[in-house]
Every structure is written in structure tokens, then in C-alpha cells.
């Protein structure tokens, strides 16, 4: 068909045609799942105190990223990556917790048996309360207004009242690892020395199921799409369950890297991914409540095996320090074990 007055019929010339082709594989290319969900370092934050670390904590309303490292919790600027300050005088810190209105955070220290409870706006601390051996994971739920706390060889979960302070133990049947609110009176905590996953009522702190993951041997990572009513549990064994949370069912069991240690969510993106000590970060689209699609994995240094997720930006933090020594498996088909230069932790910012 002959162009049209006025409107110029560029396919039938070579440059047309070239252009043509470009703009077709340019649109290809941003179609496709690899391409859109890309991600590049854009900056590495040397982290001061002893190369022990564990879980990455990132709060929107604050704009921060909490790190623990076990004497002392590193804070950053989640926009410039600043190093803000640190929380310090703790005694083997694993988690942290943030209620927001009260203007309070919660570091707790697994070998102390206790939680420092501290200023948001100056990072000291204000009191200290009891918790459990082992204290490890933890998470404010406004719904309740408590901070959970988990300890492994406690074999249990404490719930504290952030108003009045009392405590109350929820025993588990078997070794917790992490935990996850759905902030709205439904806590499910991930039992690594079972293969089981429970749920709790905040408002009664008892048990109301308590489900098997299948495949799933050491469950460790848990996060949470609360629009789907999703829930996302890593395992020790190389896969992640995605897990229905209102009845338990498994909708899918997918594979992921070796060695990871906790996994997170991006509601924006719908994106689920994974830390592993294997020196990869397992990315999963999140297609629909029940349809996921594994992505190529991103590449990261050995033993960055936590993680958190900017929920605004997208940005990804993982922390590992220099690797000076690599052996054996400390168990079989696992990752290698990994040995790191004293004072050399760093935090590791990814953007998409």
C-alpha cells in the first residue's frame, strides 16, 4: 500500500528496515525476564568491627538498613549508603526488630540471653530485657504490638508487649531459624531441626497449624507476599517452597543456590530472591499466586548468605567479608566452607 500524504514510508528503504530491527530487538530485550530484571554493583561499604555477621534488615520508614554483627549492628543511609552509626555493647547479635511509633529498636543478644532495646534517632541503648538461649530472628508485629523473638536451642518463640513489657513463651516442638508477620495477626516461624513451618495467632500466642515443606529438610529463609498470601521458605538442601498461608499447601518447590541463609521479597517487582554462601543470588518472578518462574542467577562474593531489599527502590544488600581460605562441605552436596580476614566485612548494594 502506497504511503499516505504527508506520512513517510520508511520500511521499504535499508536505513528503515535497519532501524526497524533495532527498535524490534530493543523491545525484545526489554520483554524478556533476564533483561528486565538485571542488576549491577553500584557500591561497596566497608563495615567496621569483626568479619561476623547475620541478618540484613531493611525499614522503609526510616529509610534504613540495620546489619548485625554480632557485637554491634551496623545502620545505613538506604539512599547514600552511608554508614549512619552502630548499636553497640551486644553479645552475639543475630536480628533486629523496629516499632516505628514508639521510636524504639530491639537488637537482641543470643549469647547474653537478652534484647537491648534502643533509640532510633541516637542508636543507644535504653534498657535491656530477658529473652531466650539462642535468641536469633526477630520481628515487630504492630498487629499485636510485640516483638517476636526465636532461640534455637530454647526450642521457642517469645512474644514481649512493646507497652508493658510482658513476656510470653510460645514453646515450638523443635529448633526455630526465622519468622514472618503478615501484620495482621498471623506470625509463621520456620522450624529448621523439623522441616516444618507453624503459624501463630498474635492475639492468643498459640499454635494454630503446623505444616511439613516437603522436600524442604532445614528450612531457614522466610519471607512474605501478604497480597497473594504467599509464603516464601529458603532451605538448607538447594530449593525454596512457596508455601499457601492460609492452609498450608506447597504450590511449588524450586531450586535455588547452595548455602543460603535467608531469602526476601520485592512487592514492587513481585521478585523473590535467595542469599547463598555459594556466591549466588537465586532470583524468582513471582508470575501470579501460583505460577513462578525461576530467573539466571546474579552474581556475588563468596559467603553472602543474607540479604535485605529496598522495598522503594529496589536495591539489594548483601554483606560476606574476604575470603582467605576455601575447604570442604561441612555437609554433603552443601556449599564450601568458607574462611574470612579478620576486620574486612563489607555491605554489597545492587541495583536493578
Partial sequence: MPAQAGIHDFSSSPLGQKNMKKLLLLATLLASPAFAQSYHLVKTVPLPGPAHWDYVHYEAAQNRVYISQFSQMAVLNATTFALIGEVTGLNGSHGVAIDNAAGLGYA??????????FDLKTLKTTKTIPALADADGMVFDPASNQIFVVGGDAQAALGINATTGAAQNIPLGGGPEFLATDGAGALYININSTGEL???????????ARWKLGTCTAPVGLAMDTATNRLFVSCEDAVLVVVNAATGAIVTTLPIGKGTDSDAFDPEKKLI??????????????????????????????????????????????????????????????????????????????AP
Fill in 273 to 350: 530472591f535467595s542469599a547463598n554462601r555459594d556466591g549466588t543470588l537465586s532470583m524468582i518472578k513471582e508470575v501470579s499466586a501460583n505460577d513462578y518462574k525461576t530467573l539466571p542467577p546474579l552474581k556475588t562474593p563468596l559467603g553472602a548468605r543474607t540479604m535485605a531489599v529496598d522495598t522503594k527502590t529496589g536495591d539489594l544488600f548483601l554483606v560476606t567479608a574476604k575470603v582467605t581460605a576455601i575447604g570442604a562441605p561441612k555437609h554433603p552436596g552443601g556449599p564450601k566452607s568458607l574462611t574470612f580476614a579478620p576486620n574486612s566485612l563489607k555491605a554489597y548494594i545492587y
Fill in 198 to 208: 507453624v503459624k501463630i495467632d498474635t492475639k492468643t500466642d498459640t499454635i494454630t
Fill in 108 to 117: 537482641d543478644s543470643g549469647k547474653a540471653q537478652n534484647i537491648s532495646v
